[in-house]
Structure formats: C-alpha cells, structure tokens
C-alpha cells in the first residue's frame, strides 16, 4: 500500500520554525521525486518545494526560497520541509506528493497524496 505520511505541523509565532516530515512507504524512493505544496483557506493549492534524488534537482517557490530547506533522510524514505523565518502567510496545510519531476515549478504528474499537515504561523 502507497502512504505518504506528513507529520510535525502545528502552531508557531511569526519569525520563528518548523519542520515538516514526509514518510513514503509502498514504492520506491528513487522513482519519483517528493514536491511539497500548501494549500491556505480560500487559495488554490500551490507548489513550494521538490527534491529529486534521482536527478539530483532541488526547487523552491521564490514566497519561501531563502527560509525554507528540503532533504532527505534516504534510509528512511523520508523528506523534511525545514520552515524558518515563517509568516503569517506561511499558514495552511502542507502536503508532500510523489511526482513526475522536480525541474524548475514543474512537478508533472501527480501520483500520490499525503493527507496534510496544518501549519499555522501566527502574528
């Protein structure tokens, strides 16, 4: 069974961090890369961050580049978000997705979803 676990979402202050975890398990790591995207009240979902292992490509979305790192822990098919200097804008729920591709804001196909993680910066 596929699963994409997102966990470690909750409540901080503006200026300060958070770090969001993505466990995959059910397909191969190396298949795919692992997107991370945000969905706030009334807004369309968008796309924050990828990684891809297997092409070794990285991107980030201009709102957080510079505040927020991917990576991965590769032993443990997981992918972290680590979120610092978080604004009040930053809140929403955070999924990780497999994807097609992590090559400049392009993700491809979208194969699997985690349920989210909601996380709130307050002001």
């Known amino acids: 069974e596929v699963q994409l676990v997102e966990s470690g979402g909750g409540l901080v202050q503006a200026g300060g961090s958070l770090r969001v975890s993505c466990a995959a398990s059910?397909?191969?790591?190396?298949?795919?890369?692992i997107g991370w995207f945000r969905q706030a009240p009334g807004k369309e979902r968008e796309g924050v961050s990828c990684?891809?292992?297997?092409?070794?490509?990285?991107y980030y979305a201009d709102s957080v580049k510079g505040r927020f790192t991917i990576s991965s822990d590769n032993a443990k098919n997981t992918v972290f978000l680590q979120m610092n200097s978080l604004k009040p804008e930053d809140t929403a729920v955070y999924y990780c997705?497999?994807?097609?591709?992590?090559?400049?804001?392009?993700?491809?196909?979208?194969?699997?979803w985690g349920q989210g993680t909601q996380v709130t910066v307050s002001s």
């Open positions: 997705a497999a994807t097609d591709l992590c090559y400049a804001s392009s993700f491809g196909l979208i194969h699997y």
């Open positions: 990684f891809s292992r297997r092409h070794g490509s990285t």
């Open positions: 059910g397909f191969t790591f190396d298949d795919y890369a």
